[in-house]
């Protein structure tokens, strides 16, 4: 089974600063998808960002980007430029890319990152 | 009304009240999907529905009875639930098909029982 681990309860950066938040993985997949949710605090997740296990390029979304070490799985978001909106839980989430198989479709998550964006 | 709804937004209940829960999707696709949020947890899969069949009960406890009537609405039918079922219930929905493809999520509904 997929395990989803973020390291880090809680994080804070200050505001126009740049924080990176972690998240790891373990599979014997190679075929998957790995995104990062932001839940505000009224609660509705939104996707940030998303990544294919197949592509080498890293996945960028203006101010958010990952670095994506298949390797070491390892899936990290960087968010640069940070803003008060930013102030969140994000979670780190893999989903199978193997149709057919019993976790296909299935989203598994990590534990969740709090983030703290100070004035 | 956009996106996925959840309506009620705030339920308390006795551990002998029945409820339900409901979702509603506006965006047209055909997989929706039940989570269980609770504190200092990872959020749990808890039901997935494609073209309003179950496809997954990630053994979920019979008290939580889901319904899938069309593709568009899913509800979770609550009975002689736990004060730890108390937590954040998440709907969302999805283009089936592709793992690539986003799940949306509705707002939850902040379940807690008595």
């Known amino acids: 089974a997929q395990t989803v681990t973020q390291s880090q309860p809680e994080m804070s950066v200050q505001e126009a600063e740049t924080v990176t938040l972690s998240c790891t993985y373990d599979?014997?997949?190679?075929?998957?998808?790995l995104f990062w949710y932001k839940q505000p605090p009224s609660r509705q997740m939104i996707l940030v960002i998303r990544?294919?296990?197949?592509?080498?390029q890293n996945a960028t979304e203006n101010r958010f980007s990952v670095n994506f070490q298949k390797a070491a799985k390892s899936f990290s978001l960087k968010i640069s430029d940070s803003q008060l909106g930013d102030a969140a839980m994000y979670f780190c989430a893999y989903r199978s890319g193997n149709a057919g198989g019993t976790s296909y479709g299935k989203l598994t998550f990590g534990q969740g990152t709090i983030l703290t964006v100070h004035p | 009304e956009t996106g996925v709804t959840q309506t009620p937004r705030h339920l308390v209940m006795g551990m002998t009240n029945k409820k339900s829960l409901k979702c509603e999707q506006h965006l047209g696709h055909n997989a929706m999907y039940w989570y269980k949020q609770s504190a200092k947890k990872p959020l749990e899969l808890m039901f997935v529905?494609?073209?309003?069949?179950?496809?997954e009960n990630n053994s979920v406890p019979s008290r939580f009875s889901p319904e899938c009537p069309n593709s568009s609405h899913l509800f979770l039918h609550l009975h002689t639930l736990q004060p730890e079922d108390s937590a954040l219930y998440l709907c969302?929905?999805?283009?089936?098909?592709?793992?690539?493809?986003?799940?949306?999520f509705g707002p939850g509904t902040r379940l807690t029982v008595l």
């Open positions: 529905y494609n073209f309003k069949e179950q496809t």
């Open positions: 599979t014997s997949e190679s075929d998957y998808y």
């Open positions: 969302a929905s999805s283009q089936s098909g592709r793992p690539y493809n986003e799940q949306f």
């Open positions: 990544q294919e296990a197949y592509k080498q």
